[in-house]
């Protein structure tokens, strides 16, 4: 696939998410593992968060790392790993990319989803201004961003697949999952109506996009065995980025940066 048909464009300005896209085979996929599961063993740039920025973070609900904080191990290793950054160059994910938002792209995060067998549920949150105290948002200005889901493992509705509700376009009341200063917002469930829900399954090598407004969240993973997937977020050079941490830059994945807003990475050797 190179490109999305007109259908599938329309389809996710008014659902709000599209999948599964297939990046590579399941086959390629695997072979690729080995060398994401070495990028979990060891740490990256981002530093571990303060105790104070802990409590109610979805990133605790992640597989733990030797009992350290994940966030070392799963956020931004595009910035160090090759393999990871081929992932979020992948060339049907910018061509998909490309279709939705034009030649012009950036990505500014990316992490790793390990859901451990037992693994909690992730509730319904939109990414949207999404985690910070207020006057530390997200930092994108203007909000703008969207998320490729990209499934290493199988992700089935025993795993805990994504859930999506269909159509969500506004910004919906929120409330902090815990008393953090960078708590994540999870959408109260009177504001959901789950009757609606829709599960996406995928297969190792296959993707989901969705906009910042989706309302989504995963189940319990009672598969036995370990979920993974990588979200890689993007956005425009148009919107200026708060660093995410102190060694934070966005990568310029397709066509130029003519705002000049945001610090560059250069591609890891």
């Not at 998320?147 to 409330?175: H, K, M, N, Q, Y």
């Not at 953090?180 to 995928?202: F, I, M, N, Y």
């Not at 050079?237 to 130029?256: D, I, N, Y």
């Amino acid at each position: 696939m190179s490109d999305l048909t007109q259908q599938q464009r329309d389809s996710y300005r008014e659902q709000g998410f599209l999948g599964p896209l297939t990046l590579m085979s399941v086959a390629e996929m695997e072979a690729l593992r080995p060398e994401l599961a070495a990028v979990l063993d060891t740490p990256g740039l981002a530093p571990a968060p303060a105790p104070e920025q802990v409590e109610g973070r979805l990133a605790n609900l992640v597989a733990g790392r030797g009992g350290a904080s994940p966030v070392p191990y799963i956020e931004s290793r595009h910035l160090d790993s090759p393999a990871v950054h081929r992932l979020i160059t992948h060339p049907v994910l910018l061509a998909a990319a490309r279709a939705l938002y034009g030649e012009d792209l950036l990505v500014w995060r990316s992490t790793f989803i390990a859901k451990a067998s037992g693994g909690p549920e992730f509730q319904w949150h939109q990414d949207w201004g999404g985690v910070y105290a207020p006057g530390e948002e997200y930092g994108l200005e203007p909000p703008l961003h969207f998320t490729f889901w990209i499934a290493i493992s199988d992700v089935t509705e025993d795993s805990g697949c994504l859930r999506f509700v269909p159509g969500t376009r506004a910004v919906l009341p929120a409330r902090p999952s815990g008393p953090g200063r960078r708590a994540t917002l999870l959408v109260p469930p009177e504001h959901v109506d789950e009757s609606r829900a829709v599960s996406l399954p995928l297969r190792p090598g296959q993707c989901a996009v969705f906009t910042d407004r989706a309302l989504h969240a995963s189940g319990v993973n009672t598969s036995g065995a370990e979920r993974l997937a990588l979200a890689v977020r993007m956005t425009v050079p148009a919107v200026k980025v708060r660093p995410h941490f102190p060694e934070h830059a966005c990568t310029l994945v397709s066509g130029q940066d003519r705002a000049g807003l945001n610090r560059l990475a250069e591609p890891p050797r």
